[in-house]
């Protein structure tokens, strides 16, 4: 039998509730320290409300357990950046932590050119660096990314997705990542959490090629790129 | 308008400076939240305010407080518990208090409330300014980017530790006070504006947060400053003044952010 201080996460009778609709019902599973789960599911699912359970930021019923000690970095899906006139060096200066320079370089920033620019005028890919840099800051031992590529180029959300393998393996991290895309769940994750409301999958990510597994878990088969 | 005497002018003055400076700073995350409207309608609130403190002989300045920091927590919470946006709230009580405050408001008084009156700021009104402002801008300095993170993402925020309620309560309360002591200078349809522009200027030439909010303080302050001394000087109300030197600051502003493209 396996020790409980393998388990980064261990969840049990999961359910979320808002003004009597259940968005979250009976959720369980447990998570190993150092491997990366996956949360797929169709839009209204109920995964960005399971991060925030996850995130104590909802109330729930049910248990949610982390191992001690426990330091979770968040990357949030959307920044509402556009039209505030904060530089990098401002934003990752919030945390108070004087790391910043390293953390940049950890995500493949040079410090140098983008600490004085303004957030708002950042690529994509390089707002989610950044933010991938304030999450790592503070050398959290768990990750979770709600769709970390969002409004990010294909050649970027690769770079990103190989950074992140590189990143939890440096650093040892669990990484807990929310994604539409089932190649990115299929080659960058160990398990997945297939919700709809409750759990409609649990296990290996490399099930998610199975075409009968896509028909329960989005309710209809996923079209896939087939090699010309 | 009376002429100002040398020591008026200096209080005036004085209480401008503070004034300008305060709302300006306070007015930068307000600008940022897309609340300018709501600054600007909220300053209205206080009529009613200042009405109970000439009625019942007590400083109208309190009264002002006292229903800006009332109606700031109803909207709060109405915002927070309906769902409406805050223009929508506010658009709501700003017109109720308003008109309550037309209501009671003695008429000889009523013109002085709505644009103000620098030739009756004294040494206590500006000993006043000059305590609020700074305690205002230190204490908005302290809670500056927590409010900044909690717009760029509340998740980001809470899951940060910042309780984003309790602060955003704080800085209401800072904005009550910040409008209720500018109300002496350009009265309650005009103090809005300290709040708006001066930021508004700001975020034209600005790259990062901290030049912004630097600009937002110094162009309030140099609005309501320019504009008091062109009051004295012209004999004119201080009010529309102060809101013309600000839109020539926020010109000048949006005139080197033109030259710069």
Known sequence: MESRENYMLNVSNLSVKFQNQTVLDNISFKLKKGKTLAIVGPNGAGKTVFFRALLNLVPYSGKIEWIDKVKIGYVPQNLSVSDIPISVKEFLSIKNISNIESSLSSVGLDSKTILNKTLGVLSGGQRQRVLIAWAIMDKPNVLLFDEPTTGVDLDSEEAIYVMLNRLKKENKITILLISHDIHIVRDYSDYMLALNTCVTFFGESKNIMNPDLQKTIYGEPVCVETPT | ?261
Do not use: C
């Not at chain 2, 019942?56 to 109405?78: K, R, Y």
């Not at chain 2, 002085?112 to 300095?141: C, H, P, Q």
């Not at chain 2, 630097?214 to 302050?221: E, K, P, Y």
């Open chain 2, 1 to 261: 308008m009376i002429p100002l005497t040398e020591e008026a002018l200096i209080f005036s003055l004085l209480t401008g400076i503070s004034v300008g400076l305060s709302a300006g700073y306070l007015g930068s995350i307000m600008v940022l939240e897309k609340m300018a409207l709501v600054g600007d309608a909220l300053s209205h609130v206080a009529l009613p305010g200042l009405a109970l403190g000439i009625l019942f002989n007590f400083n109208p300045f309190f009264g002002a407080f006292a229903f800006l920091f009332t109606s700031a927590v109803i909207i709060w919470q109405l915002g927070r518990i309906t769902k409406l946006s805050f223009e929508t709230i506010v658009g709501t009580i700003f017109t109720l208090a308003l008109a309550i405050g037309i209501l009671i408001i003695p008429e000889i008084d009523l013109l002085e409330a709505l644009f103000g009156d620098i030739t009756k700021v004294n040494l206590m009104d500006t000993m006043l300014a000059v305590i609020i402002s700074v305690i205002a801008i230190s204490l908005t300095k302290i809670i500056y980017n927590k409010i900044v993170l909690s717009m760029i993402s509340e998740e980001l925020a809470t899951s940060t530790g910042i309780n984003v309620a309790r602060i955003n309560l704080l800085y209401l309360l800072l904005v009550s006070l910040t409008v209720a002591i500018g109300i002496k200078i350009v009265g309650t349809l005009l103090v809005g504006f300290l709040v708006i522009t001066p930021a508004a200027a700001s975020k034209n030439v600005s790259s990062n947060l901290f030049r912004y909010s630097v600009l937002s303080s110094v162009f309030g302050a140099i609005s309501s400053f320019s504009g008091v001394l062109l009051s004295s000087y012209l004999r004119l109300p201080a009010g529309p003044m102060v809101v013309l030197s600000g839109v020539v600051v926020f010109l000048v502003a949006v005139s080197i952010k033109w030259a710069s493209k």
